[in-house]
T-cell receptor, first 117, second 113 residues
Framework: DTGVSQDPRHKITKRGQNVTFRCDPI?????LYWYRQTLGQGPEFLTY????????KSRLLSDRFSAERPKGSFSTLEIQRTEQGDSAMYLC???????????????FGPGTRLLVL | DQQVKQNSPSLSVQEGRISILNCDYT??????FLWYKKYPAEGPTFLIS?????DKNEDGRFTVFLNKSAKHLSLHIVPSQPGDSAVYFC????????????FGKGTRLSVIA
């Protein structure tokens, strides 16, 4: 299977704990995006990478959140001192940049559902 | 401020009939639009896209129409099948898709056998 994979699929943690999620993009996709989805909403952009460079961060990404893509392949998203409001589905997507006039299509992984108690 | 709006939270259609899902946007910089389908507890699955240089794109049972002057797009599914029952998200980006996607809140489609 050459799709986007995410690990873990589910995570339950207590408030104040740190959690880390991993995303493996489609091979040869140089862009990797993180989104968050809460109930009744569409996915909301958090941050993205082109290769190992983090190009943009949303204002949703407080200083408790950090993301890395050290070798331009997989990425990790860490949330420190989790709060109940962090409970959401965290989605990763990958794409190939500079797809020309036809546009860049992002392909999503299955997501990591986080529940903070 | 919602830049991408899907004003119908839900839609019910009989099997075999046409499903029409609508999406409006406010940002005139958007030039690439996508539709995703999502089942519960799964990530969004890409369905179809359209660039602003076109007004229609077709892929099998799915057709997307873009009306740039009205800042409106729609997804047509013909014929609708029970397996199409899911939440459909409209998404938009600027710079030929080289910016993060902005999503609507989704429309839940139920196809009744």
């Amino acid at each position: 299977d050459t799709g986007v994979s995410q690990d873990p699929r589910h995570k339950i943690t207590k408030r104040g704990q740190n959690v880390t999620f991993r995303c493996d993009p489609i091979s040869e996709h140089n862009r990797l995006y993180w989104y968050r989805q809460t109930l009744g909403q569409g996915p909301e952009f958090l941050t993205y990478f082109q290769n190992e460079a983090q190009l943009e961060k949303s204002r949703l990404l407080s200083d408790r959140f950090s993301a890395e893509r050290p070798k331009g392949s997989f990425s990790t998203l860490e949330i420190q001192r989790t709060e109940q409001g962090d409970s959401a589905m965290y989605l990763c997507a990958s794409s190939v940049s500079d797809s020309g006039v036809w546009g860049e299509t992002q392909y999503f992984g299955p997501g990591t559902r986080l529940l903070v108690l | 401020d919602q830049q991408v709006k899907q004003n119908s939270p839900s839609l019910s259609v009989q099997e075999g009939r046409i499903s029409i899902l609508n999406c409006d946007y406010t940002n005139s910089m958007f030039d690439y639009f996508l539709w995703y389908k999502k089942y519960p507890a799964e990530g969004p699955t890409f369905l179809i896209s359209i660039s602003s240089i076109k007004d229609k794109n077709e892929d099998g049972r799915f057709t997307v129409f873009l009306n740039k002057s009205a800042k409106h797009l729609s997804l047509h599914i013909v014929p609708s099948q029970p397996g199409d029952s899911a939440v459909y998200f409209c998404a938009a980006s600027a710079d030929s898709g080289n910016t993060p996607l902005v999503f609507g809140k989704g429309t839940r489609l139920s196809v009744i056998a």
